[in-house]
């Protein structure tokens, strides 16, 4: 992870402001997070990786998206992948569909194509979305005074697609 961790820092990801830090303590807490709630090593390390290209969330990117094969090179092609999911999420409009409709329709931000996930896609999807907020909500009050309520919302309905660990952090911190 310290070869990973070093291209992430040379592309600039701690130069970036973030809620209550900088980008890359964020990027560290995300990944750590995850590797406490057991996660493959893939998702740990797109938990490094997550906010790479820009997020519906976060405007600024380390890395154009067609830096994608470089990123891979880095990280390897399952975690790239799951990173350019992640980035690409039109969050308005897949996140209001989890845990309500079966079969979710993901909405690509940057293409604007419509898709489906396979299961396991969604699955570690919804895993990196809650470690990435629930690292944002710890010990940040003003966060979770203005975001926590439709948070938790959102994650009761993932709750069958993320782990138990990433559930008792979601009752814990904003529950």
């Known amino acids: 992870m ?4 070093q291209k992430l820092s040379e592309l600039g990801a701690g130069d970036f402001d ?25 998702l740990a390390v797109a ?9 519906a969330g976060f405007d600024e990117s380390l890395v154009s998206v067609e830096q994608r094969d470089n990123i891979s090179k880095i990280i390897g092609s399952d975690a790239e992948e799951l990173v350019y ?8 409009y897949f996140w209001p569909q989890i845990g309500i409709v ?10 604007g194509q419509l898709h489906q996930l396979t299961p396991q896609q969604l699955r570690d999807f919804c895993e990196l979305t809650v470690a990435n907020e629930i690292e944002i909500a710890t010990d ?17 309905n993932m709750r069958t697609y993320i782990s138990d660990s990433a559930y008792a952090s979601v009752e814990r911190i904003l529950g």
């Open 2 to 5: 310290d070869e990973k961790f």
């Open 18 to 42: 973030h809620i209550d830090g900088n980008l890359i303590d964020h990027l560290q807490g995300t990944q750590k997070l995850l590797k406490e709630w057991s996660a493959s090593t893939t």
């Open 47 to 55: 938990g490094l990786y997550h906010a790479a290209y820009g997020t």
């Open 85 to 92: 999911l992640y980035c690409a999420c039109d969050r308005g």
């Open 102 to 111: 079966a079969a979710p329709e993901f909405k690509n931000r940057f293409t």
């Open 140 to 156: 940040n009050l003003s966060f979770i005074n203005e975001h926590g309520q439709s948070l938790y919302r959102v994650f009761k």
